[in-house]
């Protein structure tokens, strides 16, 4: 272990203990108030923030669905469920459907591709495939668009029975008769 020279030390603490005197902590302490007073006077939005506006509802679709939500009810393991939410453009623009994509891998979304005109109808088919999801479940499904809020969400509900097995029913072969 290496020891420190204790005069050497000494004499540094003695520079720093004197150059620190009354009268410069006082000019610190004021050009800090300065500081602080300035920073309380400037706006809490930044320089470098961009300036946002509504936006213009002729150029927005909007989304007017039949329903959000699908409860599928009690199904078993390894079947598919599928449901369309259909929804009528209720917006000013057509509607544009930028992307769809589901909360697990277990659904898969297909939908309306092309502009949904005013006044028109368009669809979000969701699949779900309830292999290996046994238990309550509630996937989602995201759509992205043209409209405002940009993201909307729709929903299955259900639950699924799991798959009896030879373990679980106590079977464990071909019963000898």
């Given at each position: ?109 297909d939908y309306s591709k092309t502009p949904v005109k005013p006044g028109e109808s368009g669809f979000i088919k969701v699949s779900f495939n309830s292999s ?46």
């Open positions: 272990m290496k020891y420190f020279n204790l005069p050497f030390m000494l004499a540094i603490g003695a520079i720093a203990f004197s150059s620190c005197s009354n009268n410069d902590q006082s000019e610190k302490i004021a050009e800090l108030e300065q500081k602080i007073a300035q920073m309380e006077t400037i706006p809490a939005v930044p320089a470098n923030a961009q300036s946002t506006t509504a936006a213009d509802p002729s150029t927005l679709g909007k989304f007017k669905f039949e329903e959000l939500e699908f409860d599928f009810g009690t199904i078993a393991e390894g079947k598919t469920v599928e449901h369309v939410f259909n929804f009528v453009n209720d917006g000013q623009a057509p509607l544009v459907i930028s992307n769809v994509t589901a909360s697990c891998g277990c659904t898969t979304p290996g999801k046994p238990g309550t479940q509630a996937p989602t499904v995201s759509i992205q668009a043209n409209t405002s809020p940009s993201v909307n969400r729709l929903r299955l509900k259900g639950n699924v029975t799991p798959k009896t097995t030879a373990k679980a029913t106590g079977q464990l072969g071909p019963v000898k008769k």
